[in-house]
C-alpha cells in the first residue's frame, strides 16, 4: 500500500494550493480517500473526504467553502485544493485510505507521508 501526498510549500494568506495524493491502483478503488492535517503542537485535524466513486464528499467546517476533494481514476489521485488561505491552515497535511466514509483518523488504514504547507501572513 502506498501513498504518496505532494503538492505543498508556502503561499501568503490569500493564495490558493494543490495538494496531491498518489496511490496504488487497488487502494484506491478500494478506499474512501481523505485529508487530514496536524499543526505543531496540536492533535491531527479532520479536513475533509471523498468516496470510491468521487460522488460525496464532506468538509471539516474549518475548511468549508474554501476547499475542495476531487479525486481522478485514470491516475489514481486524489486531490486537495485550496483556496482563501489563512495562517491557521499551516500544517503538514495527510492523505488517508480507509474504508469508511468518516472523519475519525482513527477509522482509516492507510496514510502518506504528509506534505508540509505553511500561509504566510
Known amino acids: 500500500v502506498q501513498l504518496q501526498a505532494s503538492g505543498g510549500g508556502l503561499v501568503q494568506a490569500g493564495g490558493s494550493l494543490r495538494l496531491s495524493c498518489a496511490a496504488s491502483a487497488r487502494t484506491f478503488s478500494q478506499n474512501v480517500m481523505g485529508w487530514f492535517r496536524q499543526a505543531p503542537g496540536k492533535e491531527r485535524d479532520f479536513v475533509g473526504v471523498?468516496?470510491?466513486?468521487?460522488?460525496?464528499?464532506f468538509y471539516g467546517d474549518s475548511v468549508k467553502g474554501r476547499f475542495t476533494i476531487s479525486r481522478d481514476s485514470a491516475k489514481n489521485t486524489v486531490y486537495l485544493q485550496m483556496n482563501s488561505l489563512k495562517p491557521e491552515d499551516t500544517a503538514v497535511y495527510y492523505c488517508?485510505?480507509?474504508?469508511?466514509?468518516?472523519?475519525?483518523?482513527?477509522?482509516?488504514?492507510?496514510w502518506g507521508q504528509g506534505t508540509k504547507v505553511t500561509v504566510s501572513s
Open positions: 488517508a485510505a480507509g474504508r469508511a466514509y468518516v472523519a475519525v483518523a482513527d477509522d482509516y488504514d492507510y
Open positions: 471523498i468516496t470510491r466513486s468521487g460522488g460525496s464528499t
